[in-house]
Structure formats: C-alpha cells, structure tokens
C-alpha cells in the first residue's frame, strides 16, 4: 500500500489510506472495512492484472477466505464508486481484477502550527506536566493496575475468540435441498461431462446443511412428467423438478473451454424465481485439475446457501485422496453407478474392479463393490471388499467413513451393538440421509427387535419416498410386528406408485401364507410369471412347498432358482442357500436330501450346517467348527446370544445328555425374537427329558410367532410335536386336534413322506 503520506486521486475520487476515508468532489463517500483495504491496494497498483491470490494475500493476510468474498467486496466497491467509477475496475475472467484508471498521488497536508502567543514555557504549567506525568508512570506501573490490564486483555481475548467462532459456527438459514442439472458444455467425453457432475454431487453429499435429491427421486419425477429417466436433465427440467420435490436451489455446473483452458462455473438459484443465490467460478489449466476445481467452487457454493465455515472445514475433505487422485478411477466409479442404479449389477462390478486396479487406494470404490456383490449374493466376496474399505477409511469421506464403519460392524465383526451405535453417529450427522436409518433397521432386524426396526425404515422412507425398496422395509417390518393390514397397505402403496420390486412381493407372498389368503398369493404366483428370473422369490415358494410336505415341488423352486443364480453370475449364493437349506430337509424327515445338501459344497459355518452335522454323527467336528468361528468373531452378537446356546445344546443332546441340553439352550430365550429355531430346538430338549408341560409351553410360543419367520418348517412341525405331548400327557382329544392340525397343513403333501406316514399311525393308534 501506498505510504501514510500519500493520498491518492483518481476521477473525482480521493482516497485517504490514513483516516480511511474516501472523498467525491469533496463529500464523503461509505466505505469501510475490506472493501476500503481493497480498494486501497487496488489504487495504490494501478494499470496492472491483480490475480485473485495476490489479493487475497494482501487484504486478508491471516485468514482463509473464499474467492466469493472478494467477489462480494468487488461488488461494494463498485456500487460505492457509483456510475462514473464503476468502469475502474475490470473483471480478468477466471483470474482476477485490473485496477485501470490513472491514479495521482496527493500529499497529505501538514499539521497546523502552534498559534502565536501560546505559553508552553510557564513554570507552573511546566511543573503540573511533570507531576502529572509521574503520577501516570506510578499508577500503571502498579501491580493492581497491571493485574487489572492484564485480566481485561485475557476478557478481550476471551469475547474475541467466542466471536469468532460465533462468526465460523453461524448458519445462513435452514438447510437446503437442491436439484443437480446436467453439464452444461462438455468435454467431447460424455462419460467425464457424468463424472464431473459426480464430483459436484460428491463434493455437496459430504454437507449435512446440503441435500442432493436423490437419483431415483429425479427418475421417478421426471416420469411424473410424462419424460423419460434418462432424459437430460436441462435448467427447466432441473427447475421443475427442483419445485415439484419441494426443493429450494437448482445447481448448474458450466464448462467453457478456450484452448488448453477450461472456465468452471458453477451457481445456484432459487427454485421459485430463477433468481442467483450463489456463484463460484475458476480458470483451469489442466484438464485433470477439473475435479478439485469443481470441489472448491463447491464448498464456495455451500457457503453463499447458509452453512457455516466450521462446517465446511470439518465436512470438506479434499477430493484427493479423499476419492481418489485419478480421474480414470473417477470415471469408472461414475460409470459404476449410473449402471447399478438401473440394476445392472454386473457391468457395475466389473468397472469398479477396474477403478479399484487403477487407484488400490479408492476406499469408495471398495465400499460399492462390497454392496453390489451383496446385491449379487456374492456374500464372500462382499466381506473381503469391505475389509478393504474399512482398511482405507481415513481416506473416505466424512458420510462414506461412517457408512463403512458401521457397514462393518454389522457384516465383519457382527457386533450389532456396535453397528447400531455407529448408525446413531451418523444419523447425528445426517439426519436426512436414509441409508443410515435402512442400515440401523437391518441391524435392529437381526436382534429381532422389529418394533425398532419398523421405526428407522419408516424415519428412511419419510426421507426419501421414491425408493422402492424402502416400501419393502417398512412393510416387512409391519409384517413381523404381526401388522399384516398395515403390511399389506404399505406394500399397496408402493405399487400404486409403480415402485415394485422383488423383496415386496416376497413380502406380499408371505403375508398371504400368513393370513391363509389364497387370492394373495395367487396374485404373487401370477406376478412371477411375468418376472421369472427372480430367485429370492423362488426360494420362498420352495420353502412354502416344503412346509406343505410338497418335496418335489420344493425341490423344483430350488433348482429353478440356483439356475437364475447362475446366470447372474452369482454362483456363492447357490452354495450358501443349499447349504441353508440342510436344516430344514433334516427337520421334514428327509435325511438323504439333507446329508446330500450338507455335502455339496464345503461345509460352511452356518447354524443349520452344525446342527446337521452333529445330527449325521459328527458333533465333535461340528463343535470345533463352532469354537473356531467364535474364536474369529468374539463379538458376533447373533451367534453369541442365540446359536452358540442352542448348537451347545443340540451337541449335548447328541451325546445323550438332555439335561445338559436343556442347560445348555436357556440362555438362547432371551433373544426368541431372532428367530423360531429357540423355541423348536427347546421344545424338543424337553422332550428328551419328560417335561411335557415345559415342552408345550414351548411349542405354543412358537405358533404364537409366526411372523418371525414364515417360511420356518417348525412353525407345521410344531403341531405334530404338541400331538406328541398331549399324547404323552394323556390328553387325547388335545393331541387328536394337534395331529389334525398338521395332516390339514399336509392334506396336499408327497405321498409316502415319512412324517406325513407317522402321523397318520400315532392319530390311528391314539384313537384306538
């Protein structure tokens, strides 16, 4: 700046860097604060090209400051200068500023001298001066005084600091909605002009001031519009959608290249009017230096829209590593997703594993490949994937590191406990985000607290009401509460508003088996006609046909639906669903079917796989297999409370200790809500051991739960076991009724089937 004695003349204007102030032909003109100090630089370098740096540098040594607020000083300077000045100062497009009119320097005048006849050699005066002087040198020398001026400094420390952060905590209104519009311009790569829009959904999801609408909620409103979901998303569309979501701001990112250069902008504006209500812009050499030039305009953007400084420091992690440093890996993830979003799994996966070859350490990448092998029922390949996110999780950002966190708590430690905990912290964070309720309902599911669970997916699906497979949540939920009306209308709904999905109608199949409405499930059966390769579907057809004593057919279901398995490329879930399916056909008498399904594969560590193995004669191997899985999953919530009991039980009862058994189960029935098998398994320990009022009690509680697990074979077994007990406890008519129950259950079963033979034998000799 120009030094204390020099004052500056510019058009009419002149500036006083001394008493701060401004003069035009002679009047005062407002303007203080920065927007004087820039001003002031500006002047005092005339005539040559000021970069953005340089000046923010100059005017705003000690602090981090957005290009918006010099931007917005800019502003006032040029409104304070008015019609006749507002052509000094030119806009460098993507650079900076030039200062352009002449400038003169004007000394300041001297002080006025002493007037005549002043005496400032009177004795008198002369010695007050000195005793005056004195007494101020003792009273701020005194120990007190400085006592006193050293507390106030710390007050005004103190108050400056709260200020401060008062400043960098303050929000500009409540949080925002915003619908993100295609590029506008391109890069002649239509896969980059995705990614880079990415970039700027990346750079806004990591806000929790900023919600972006979701792609499924932009699909399903455009199709409201009687467009196309893959139409382009132009400023009037984003607009209409932007109103029709209740939403407050369009985002419009814009590429404008001139040679090797590329100009980013980037704005928001009102939904309402069109009006700006933010804009950032950059001048960019490179064409890989696009994305962090999208980040930065971004979190200039989050500003103007209300969120605080202290927020976007603390929600702003740089695109490097916190994606990834390469802008092919970056392409790939995008590519990744546009196809998973229409369900294309497959191609999906296979560009996330090319993004994850170029960048080992694009944490992202592994999460999405972790969730579309689960999508793919691909459950090994989904844990390995997620080791390696969970293992590069301080590269993520801020909601990815959460997601991952509690992703893995859930699926690798499966400590539930702690899953749970880490979806609170981050619905703390996020509260309008759905994944985090979704995922706290899964977890609330395997603790079999269903009432907890309906709760987050209804908090999920109230965020986001496009998506289908939140219906699923919520009606699932509402089935195993017992809500079957309630159930039914959740899923009713969502189909009218054309957001079927498979896990819907299973839950539509099993709500008809459970209420015995045939016209219900007729519908189902109808709607897989027109959607064949759905195996979850299959599989529950299987499991109903089972517990009908339907074994062929069953077996048909099955097979069916390992074929669709192995045409998506999924041949682990084939695999891991025989496997599963071992316990049953034990259970429904078929001891062959259920050695062949234990055997077809590596016996993996799944409940039903030890209970059979023990069952066929190897309770030995089974309980090694058991402790090696406890000893790799010390906090698995699930196997701790609920399998390790009743697998110890069933070992005991193997080796022909009931009593043991019996000791062994109880701790399994504090959590009964995981599942039907406590109550089975304890029913039949009791059995063992001749407490047939215990063994009712069991029994009873298992046909009081139905909605627990519908397609649970003891939930027909447990007739013929109550048969069983009434029998034993010399209450025929009771036990007539119990036998009835279950041929009735069976009246369209296999012939020949052993249990449907033995049923019929004990009813025939119960009555004679």
Known sequence: MPPPSTRLQFGDFLLDPDFRTLHRGGHPVAITGKAFDLLAYMAANPGRPLLKEELLKAVW????????????????????????GEGAIHTLPGRGYLFSVPVAQAPIQPALPPRAGLAFESTETRVVFEQDTEEHVRFWRSPVTLGFALLALALLAVAGWLGWQRYEDRVGGPPVQVVVADLDGTTGDAVLDRTLINVLKIEMVQSPFVTVVSGSKMRSTMTQMMLKPDDAISGQVARDVCERTNSQAVLHLAMARAGNRYLITEDATNCADGSTMATASQDVPRLDDLPQAIRKNGASIRHSLGESRSMIARFNLPLQPAVTGSLEALKDYTQSNYLGQRGKFPEAQELLKQAVAIDPNFAAAYLDLAITSGNMADFKGSKVYLQKAYDLRDSATEPQTLYITAYYHQAITEDLYEAIRNYKAWIAVYPRQPQPWAGMSEACYGLGDYAAALDADQHALNIAPDRAILYYGVANAQMRTGAYPAALATARLALSRHLDSEPLRVTLLRVGHLQHDAALIAEQESWLKEHPDSPLFLINLGNFAQSEGRMKDAQGFFDRSWQVYKAQGAPDAVSRYTEQLAGSWWDLGEVELARN????????????????????????????????????????????????????????????????????????????????????????????????????????????????????????????????????????????????????????????????????????????
Do not use: C
Request: hydrophobic share 40%; proline share 7%.
């Open 597 to 768: 399904y234990l055997y077809s594969a590596p016996i993996q560590t799944e409940y039903d796989n030890l209970r059979v193995l023990a069952e066929l004669g190897s309770p030995d191997k089974a309980d090694a297999l058991l402790r090696d899985y406890l000893a790799s999953h010390p906090q698995s919530t699930v196997w701790n409370l609920h399998f390790a009991p009743l697998l110890r039980g069933v070992f005991a009862s193997v080796a022909h200790r009931p009593q043991d058994a019996v000791v062994a189960m109880e701790p399994s029935r504090r959590s009964d809500g995981m599942s039907l098998d406590g109550y089975y398994q304890r029913g039949l320990a009791y059995m063992q051991t001749n407490q047939w009022k215990e063994a009712e009690a069991e029994f009873r509680n298992l046909l009081a739960h139905p909605y627990i697990e519908p397609t649970n074979p003891g939930l027909v077994l447990a007739h013929l076991q109550l048969a069983r007990v009434f029998a034993q406890e010399g209450n025929k008519p009771a036990a007539a009724e119990a036998y009835r129950a279950f041929l009735n259950a069976w009246k369209n079963a296999d012939p020949g089937q052993p249990l449907l033979l033995a049923a019929r034998s004990e009813l025939a000799a119960l009555q004679r």
């Open 61 to 84: 040594p000690d602090s981090f400051v957005e290009e918006s607020s010099l931007s917005q000083n800019v502003f006032q300077i040029r409104k304070a200068l008015g019609t006749e």
